[in-house]
């Protein structure tokens, strides 16, 4: 095992100097341009803005933001990293649909 160096599981150096969001344990979002990391996660982003949760659902995050500029995340907070290009809010598919049709298949 000497000599064996450890890598990450994560190679970031594809997203330097470009926009990532980041989810953060307790539900917060930020999304900002990844200027430098480590092997334990920890990210500098600059130009970083926090997308804020719905005070009534704090579930949900709202396109309502605030800006941080540059920002150190700490890796042990870093749940997820992605890039904010291409990036899309889907309708949750596990929902159910309260229409008629639905309540009159489970009535049959």
Same mark, same amino acid.
């Given at each position: 095992?000497?000599?064996?160096?450890?890598?990450?599981?994560?190679?970031?150096?594809? *997203?330097?100097?470009?926009?990532?969001?980041?989810?953060?344990?307790?539900?917060? @979002? &930020?999304?900002?341009?990844?200027?430098?990391? $480590?092997?334990?996660?920890?990210?500098?982003? $600059? @130009?970083?803005?926090?997308?804020?949760?719905? #005070?009534?659902? #704090?579930?949900? &995050?709202? $396109?309502?933001?605030?800006?941080?500029?540059?920002?150190?995340?700490?890796?042990?907070?870093? %749940?997820?990293?992605?890039?904010?290009?291409? %990036? @899309?809010?889907?309708?949750?598919? *596990?929902?159910?649909?309260?229409?008629?049709?639905?309540?009159?298949?489970?009535?049959?």
């Amino acid at each position: 095992m000497a000599g064996k160096a450890k890598e990450s599981a994560v190679d970031l150096a594809k *997203f330097v100097d470009k926009g990532v969001r980041v989810k953060l344990a307790g539900g917060r @979002e &930020v999304q900002g341009i990844l200027k430098g990391y $480590d092997q334990l996660l920890n990210l500098v982003l $600059d @130009e970083a803005v926090e997308y804020l949760r719905d #005070p009534e659902d #704090p579930l949900t &995050v709202t $396109d309502e933001t605030r800006a941080l500029g540059l920002l150190v995340c700490r890796g042990t907070a870093v %749940m997820l990293v992605a890039p904010s290009t291409g %990036m @899309e809010e889907i309708a949750n598919p *596990f929902l159910q649909k309260d229409d008629k049709d639905g309540e009159d298949a489970e009535a049959a």
